[in-house]
C-alpha cells in the first residue's frame, strides 16, 4: 500500500520530501522506489491492478535456480506418510530427506514450506484437530430432516432422520436414514457404518446426546450402557465432545452441511415406501458425491479412504455385533429380575444391588456394577414354559434342597430308589402306589431316600429289608430302625426259638 501510495503522489507532481513527510518514509527511500517502478515500467494504474504480492514479486524477485528446485521434496508424498503413520513427525521427515539430499533445506525452511504446502492444498487445519489414517470416526444426526417415507397403512409422511459418520484423514461419508433418533437406531447405525467401511477405527467422537451420553462431565464422561456395550464389543474408545463444542468434531460438521446441500437436495421431490428404499438411494448419491474429485487438491474422498483410511483400519470382529436392550434393575427378595414379563435368576448373594440387564433377541445377561457378567439365561417369550427362569447355583442351600424336591416325579424316585436296593425299591413303590395319587408319598419317598446321605446306601437296604419284613411299609419305621440300629435283627419268623422248662414245643400237641 505504502509502494502504491508513493506512485499516486509522484505522478500528482509532488517532490520526494513532500512525499516522504506524507508517507512517513526516508527521502532516499522514495527515490529508491521511484527508480525501481521506473525500470520495471510500473505506473500507478498497473499497481492498482496487482495484489500486494503480486505488486512485491514484480517488484523484488526471488528467482529460483532450477538445481534448488530438485532439492525440494515431495510435499505431497511427505503429508501422505504423516497422515498414515501417527508417530512420524516433522522432525523425522526432515532428517529422513536430508539424507538423500545432503545440501538441501534447513529444519526451519522444511516447516515453513510444509505449512506452505498444507495451506495451498486446503488441509491447513490445527493440530488438534489434524485426522490421522483409519483413527477417528465422527458420528452426528443431521440437523435437518425430510418427510419423504409414505405409511403403507395411512397414507401419512413419515420424517427420516439422516445419521452421517466421517471417517478419518478422507472425510469419507457414511449416511443412513431411521423413522427417528433413537438409542436403537443410533446403535444400528454405528453398526452399519463399521460394516460400511469394512473396518474399526481406533476412537469414534460423537456429541453429548442422550443416546450416546449419560451424563456429560468435562472430564469423565459418563457413556450410555448400550453404547459403552457396542465400544466394548468393537474394541473402540467413545471420547464425547465438549458440550457447546462443535469445534471438537468439525469433519463431521462441515460434511453434514455440505450434505444437507447436495443429498438433501436430491431427495427433496421424491417419495419412497420403505426405509430400505429410502436408504438404497441415498446410498447411490453419497457414492457418487464421494467420487468427486476435491477443488483444491488431488484426488476424491473415495480415493482418499481407499488409499490412506481403509488400510489403516482394524478388521471388524468374527461376529457382528447384536443390538441389545439395555436397562437397569435392583434385585429382588427373590433374587430373579423382571423382563417384559418373564423373570430371571442370579445369585442370591446379589440380594438388593443394582445390577444392569442386557437383552438380545436370544439371550438374558446379567452384569453387575463392576462390569462382570454374572448370570446368563436363554430369552424365554411362550407363558407356557414358566415366566420364572431359574438356575439351581443361584438358590440358597435351603431353597435348592426344596427346589430340588419340588423337581421329583414317582419315576425319578423308583429310579433312585433301585440303585439303593431291591428292598428300597420296594418300599418306595408301596409309597407311590398306596394313596389315591403319587404325589401323597412324594415327602415320604424323599425322607427315606434322604437316609442314604446320613447312614449310608447298605443301612439303608437293610432297614427297608427289615421293614419289609414287618409289614410296616411307611417312613416311620424304616426311620427308627435306622435310629435303633435294629436293620440287622432277625424276626420272629427266622429266629431260632430258645430252649426254656416253660416252652412247650411243637411235639407236645403231637
Known amino acids: 500500500m505504502k509502494i502504491m501510495e508513493m506512485l499516486r503522489l509522484y505522478e500528482t507532481g509532488l517532490s520526494q520530501r513532500e512525499i516522504a513527510v506524507s508517507a512517513g518514509c526516508g527521502k532516499s527511500t522514495i527515490g529508491d522506489v521511484i527508480r525501481l517502478c521506473k525500470d520495471k515500467g510500473i505506473t500507478y494504474e498497473a499497481a492498482k491492478r496487482l495484489s500486494g504480492n503480486e ?12 538445481y534448488r528446485a530438485k532439492l525440494l521434496p515431495d510435499w505431497k508424498s511427505i503429508h501422505e506418510e504423516l497422515a498414515k503413520h501417527k508417530n512420524l ?7 529422513e530427506y536430508r539424507t538423500q539430499q545432503q545440501e538441501g533445506l534447513s529444519y526451519s525452511q522444511f516447516c515453513r514450506l510444509y505449512r506452505q504446502y498444507r495451506k495451498t492444498a486446503g488441509r491447513q487445519v490445527s493440530l488438534y484437530n489434524e485426522r490421522k489414517a483409519g483413527e477417528l470416526m465422527e458420528v452426528d444426526w443431521m440437523g435437518d430432516t425430510l418427510s419423504c417415507v409414505v405409511d403403507g397403512k395411512t397414507g401419512e409422511l413419515i420424517t427420516a432422520h439422516f445419521f452421517v459418520a466421517i471417517l478419518g484423514y478422507s472425510h469419507f461419508p457414511y449416511v443412513e436414514a431411521f423413522p427417528n433418533e433413537k438409542e436403537s437406531a443410533w446403535i444400528a447405525a454405528h453398526v452399519n457404518a463399521l460394516s460400511y467401511y469394512k473396518g474399526v477405527p481406533r476412537v469414534i467422537l460423537p456429541d453429548n446426546c442422550r443416546t450416546a451420553v449419560k451424563k ?31 469445534k471438537d468434531k468439525p469433519a463431521v460438521e462441515q460434511s453434514i452441511g ?9 431427495l427433496r421431490e421424491q417419495r419412497f415406501f420403505s426405509f430400505a428404499e429410502l436408504n438404497k438411494d441415498v446410498m447411490k448419491h453419497v457414492c457418487e458425491l464421494s467420487a468427486r474429485s476435491f477443488k483444491k487438491r488431488e484426488g476424491s474422498r473415495q480415493s482418499e479412504f481407499i488409499k490412506i483410511d481403509k488400510p489403516a483400519l482394524r478388521p471388524l470382529p468374527t461376529q457382528k455385533y447384536e443390538i441389545a436392550d439395555i436397562v437397569s434393575r ?11 414379563n418373564f423373570y430371571y435368576s442370579v445369585s442370591y448373594t446379589l440380594h438388593g444391588e443394582m445390577v444392569i440387564l442386557r437383552a438380545t433377541s436370544a439371550m438374558i445377561e446379567i452384569i453387575d456394577k463392576n462390569q462382570i457378567r454374572v448370570a446368563s439365561h436363554e430369552r424365554r417369550y411362550a407363558s407356557s414354559q414358566g415366566r420364572y427362569v431359574t438356575r439351581e447355583e443361584h438358590m440358597p442351600p435351603n431353597h435348592r434342597a426344596v427346589h430340588q424336591q419340588r423337581q421329583f416325579d414317582g419315576n425319578r424316585y423308583r429310579s433312585w430308589a433301585k440303585k439303593i436296593g431291591a428292598s428300597t425299591q420296594f418300599i418306595i413303590d408301596n409309597l407311590l402306589t398306596s394313596g389315591k395319587v403319587e404325589e401323597q408319598g412324594f415327602k415320604s419317598c424323599m425322607g427315606i431316600l434322604q437316609f442314604s446321605k446320613t447312614y449310608g446306601e447298605l443301612r439303608l437296604e437293610a432297614a427297608c429289608k427289615r421293614a419289609r419284613e414287618l409289614g ?8 427308627t430302625i435306622l435310629k435303633n440300629g435294629t436293620e440287622n435283627v432277625l424276626t420272629s419268623a427266622t429266629a431260632a426259638t430258645p430252649k426254656h422248662e416253660n416252652i412247650r414245643g411243637g411235639g407236645y400237641y403231637n
Open 472 to 479: 410296616s411299609h411307611t417312613y416311620s419305621t424304616v426311620k
Open 330 to 340: 435392583r434385585v429382588g427378595d427373590n433374587y430373579h429380575i423382571e423382563y417384559e
Open 216 to 246: 456429560p462431565k468435562y472430564y469423565e464422561p459418563i457413556i450410555n450402557s448400550a453404547y459403552w456395550e457396542f465400544a466394548r464389543h468393537y474394541e473402540v474408545a467413545i471420547i464425547p465432545a465438549r458440550s457447546r463444542k462443535p
Open 89 to 95: 513427525n516433522l522432525q523425522f521427515m526432515w532428517e
Open 258 to 266: 455440505w450434505l444437507e446441500t447436495w443429498l438433501l437436495g436430491k
Open 55 to 66: 505488486l512485491h514479486a514484480a517488484l523484488y524477485p526471488q528467482p529460483q535456480s532450477e
